[in-house]
T-cell receptor, first 112, second 111 residues
Framework: NAGVTQTPKFQVLKTGQSMTLQCAQD?????MSWYRQDPGMGLRLIHY???????DQGEVPNGYNVSRSTTEDFPLRLLSAAPSQTSVYFC???????????FGQGTRLTVV | GDSVTQMEGPVTLSEEAFLTINCTYT??????LFWYVQYPGEGLQLLLK?????DKGSNKGFEATYRKETTSFHLEKGSVQVSDSAVYFC??????????FGAGTRLTVKP
């Protein structure tokens, strides 16, 4: 099984550019989330979804958009990239409240 | 709201030393508790979990016991190896819609 697949693995953007980070899962999980990981900050939740058509904001949602048109896919859009968005981004999925999360391999984004 | 507080690192140990990484949580009700491990350049992998009070999760020689009375879920291993060098995250999952993670503890094991 592929599990959670993120693309791309690495990306360099110029300030002001936009892009979409892709995330797909093949486990039929209801819950999907996006986190960013910064040195000394652990994982911070950006946006999450509890099912197709339902999304909500996490701790650090500013500058990011999400949508959930299917159970499998949960893309993260950067509207106008800023250097403060330089980070490693992880997508995760899980079957429901109280269950463990499965993570993708991460996307390392640098904004110059 | 729910939160996880984790022992700050970094932690440096010699091979075969005993490991403890402290984790305490704040949550309403009865969350599930997890330890994740992240090796360099990789995503997070589930190491072990416990879903109710007094449960002990174990995997690869690591153990943690869900202590409701002290709201703790400390990670232990009796004899660490160089290959255990990684970042360890404590986390909880509740009926709410997102998981909460600790800040992570970097472990380095020297030969």
């Amino acid at each position: 099984n592929a599990g959670v697949t993120q693309t791309p693995k690495f990306q360099v953007l110029k300030t002001g550019q936009s892009m979409t980070l892709q995330c797909a899962q093949d486990m039929n999980h209801e819950y999907m989330s996006w986190y960013r990981q910064d040195p000394g900050m652990g994982l911070r939740l950006i946006h999450y979804s509890v099912g197709a058509g339902i999304t909500d904001q996490g701790e650090v949602p500013n500058g990011y958009n999400v949508s959930r048109s299917t159970t499998e896919d949960f893309p993260l859009r950067l509207l106008s990239a800023a250097p403060s968005q330089t980070s490693v981004y992880f997508c995760a999925s899980r079957g429901g409240g109280g269950t463990e999360a499965f993570f993708g391999q991460g996307t390392r984004l640098t904004v110059v | 709201g729910d939160s996880v507080t984790q022992m700050e690192g970094p932690v440096t140990l010699s091979e075969e030393a005993f490991l403890t990484i402290n984790c305490t949580y704040t949550a309403t009700g009865y969350p599930s508790l997890f330890w994740y491990v992240q090796y360099p350049g990789e995503g997070l992998q589930l190491l072990l979990k416990a879903t109710k009070a007094d449960d002990k999760g174990s995997n690869k020689g690591f153990e943690a016991t869900y202590r409701k009375e002290t709201t703790s879920f400390h990670l232990e291993k009796g004899s660490v190896q160089v290959s255990d060098s990684a970042v360890y995250f404590c986390a909880l999952s509740h009926r709410d819609n997102d998981m909460r993670f600790g800040a992570g503890t970097r472990l380095t094991v020297k030969p």
